[in-house]
């Protein structure tokens, strides 16, 4: 069967389209006090949200995108057949979810930076531009918009930087593996895994499993939609820089141990095409730095740890329970706060870490799946005591399993390196749509 045209003119950029680098990015969150205020809002934000028909932004210097929360919708005044009609994880919010998705202890929703997880959570604006001057300003044009609507407060903002050389915070290159979805015309960055099922994450569409799955009612609202998880992640980075220390020998075994963590050396470069030794050239080539699988290579993982985070978020081809292409997400991670300096081991007390927005359209196997088996479960891989070494929720016991031949090595297991602060469920709809929907709901 031919893939139905995706309605790109409906569905906003930031869903489909990889960013702009570089990028500095803010997150702003609204409360909506008054449903006309927030109504308006929707029309105003409906002139400034790019869509993936048209990526270059009408605000010419900056990509805005929208996500309502479950929240959010109430307070629109989105009839409770429609609200009734979403995903039940979309229902329940992130905070409720907190058993599933392993967020106890420190990561628990009462630890949450405020208001993050609470019910005033109602719109989240992100806003992207090739640079913090450009931003500014344009921020500053949207709340001179939003502060003529009274019952609309920004409420939370979060800068975010890309930090040099496109890495996160633990010092590795980010933003380099997006599946390839069928009939959007934008390519994937691993050629040898065939596009997923546009309904995989945009809702209206055939996904991987069926030809007509359901999404929320009425269908102007649901369909071109897309969920987005978003998580604030904490990252401790003295702690990291200290596991490697205690478990290596040297400077050299210590960034070979920090690979084998990720399943790719800082630079970027994978093991699979570099197991023994970086290749930063490598690493910033985007037709080498994804362009691999890894049953035939490497079944037992002794280039790449099935432990590892990104075999472990995405195993691709290799052999795990169930089928890998119904767990995948679109995944833009944003690094927040200034760098640890190098070589610093000790922790200077600033915050710094990752806001990340999981996008697709199924909730339950998509990111919390994700999240609940193939990050935090230990034996899902074949390995036993272990959690994701970078972003599970580990607490120092159990180990990480590193296969070498003749036998394999097992570090000590890690205390969690990221603490949630925030995460939340929210619905991604693009503004026109939703404003049309208004008119059909009232
Ligand atoms: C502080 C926590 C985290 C850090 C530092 C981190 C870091 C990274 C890095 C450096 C990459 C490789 C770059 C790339 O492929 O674009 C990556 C890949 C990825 N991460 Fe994370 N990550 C974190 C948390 C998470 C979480 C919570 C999830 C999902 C629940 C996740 C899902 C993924 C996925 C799906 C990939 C792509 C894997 C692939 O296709 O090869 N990450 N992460």
Not at 28 to 38: F, M, T, V
Not at 58 to 68: F, I, Q, R
Not at 271 to 292: E, K, Q, T
Not at 355 to 368: K, T
């Amino acid at each position: 069967m031919t893939a139905p045209a995706l309605e790109l003119g409906d569905i906003q950029s930031g869903v489909l389209r990889p960013r702009p680098t570089p990028f500095a990015a803010t997150y702003i969150i609204l409360r909506i006090d008054d449903r006309n205020a927030g109504r308006e809002l929707m029309r105003l934000l409906s002139t400034v949200v790019a869509s993936a028909a048209h990526p270059a932004s009408p605000s010419e210097d900056t990509w805005v995108s929208a996500a309502l929360s479950f929240q959010g919708l109430k307070a629109l005044g989105v009839p409770q057949a429609s609200l009734d009609s979403f995903s039940p994880q979309f229902q329940q919010g992130m905070a409720a979810r907190a058993k599933v998705l392993g967020d106890f202890g420190e990561s628990s929703p009462e630890k949450w930076e405020k208001p993050l997880g609470s019910a005033d959570v109602h719109l989240v604006l992100t806003a992207i531009s090739p640079d913090a001057e450009h931003l500014e300003s344009a921020i500053e044009r949207a709340r001179k918009a939003y502060r003529q609507l009274s019952g609309v407060t920004a409420i939370w903002r979060q800068d975010c930087n890309v930090l040099p050389g496109g890495k996160e915070p633990f010092g590795f290159k980010d933003g380099i593996s997006h599946p390839a979805i069928e009939g959007s015309g934008i390519p994937g960055s691993n050629s040898r895994e065939r596009p997923l099922k546009a309904g995989e994450f945009v809702l209206g569409y055939p996904d991987e499993i069926s030809d007509e799955p359901r999404i929320p009612q009425p269908e102007i609202l649901g369909r071109n939609g897309s969920y987005v998880a978003f998580r604030k992640l904490h990252q401790r980075v003295a702690m990291f820089r200290h596991y490697l220390k205690a478990n290596a020998p040297d400077s050299q075994a210590e960034e070979l141990l920090a690979a084998k963590m990720m399943g790719r050396w800082r630079s970027g470069a994978p093991l699979a095409s570099c197991p023994m030794h970086d290749d930063p050239v490598v690493g910033i080539d985007p037709r080498r730095n994804n362009d691999f699988l890894f049953k035939a290579d490497d079944p037992i993982g002794y280039k790449t740890p099935p432990g590892s985070h990104i075999r472990r978020m995405n195993p691709r081809d290799a052999d795990v329970a169930g089928m890998v292409r119904i767990h995948r997400m679109i995944r833009r991670g944003t690094s927040y706060g200034p760098a640890l300096p190098e070589g610093v081991l000790e922790d200077d007390g600033i915050d710094r870490g990752l806001m990340f927005a999981f996008i697709g359209a199924n909730l339950g196997r998509q990111f919390e799946f994700v999240q609940s088996e193939w990050m935090n479960d230990s034996t899902f891989f074949g390995v036993t005591s272990e959690k994701d070494p970078v972003a599970g929720a580990g607490d120092g016991t159990g180990k990480f399993d590193v296969p070498r031949r003749p036998v394999r090595i097992a570090t000590a297991g890690i205390a969690s390196i990221r603490r949630h602060t925030w995460r939340r469920v929210l619905l991604s709809s693009r503004p026109p749509r939703l404003a049309m929907a208004r008119r059909s709901l009232d």
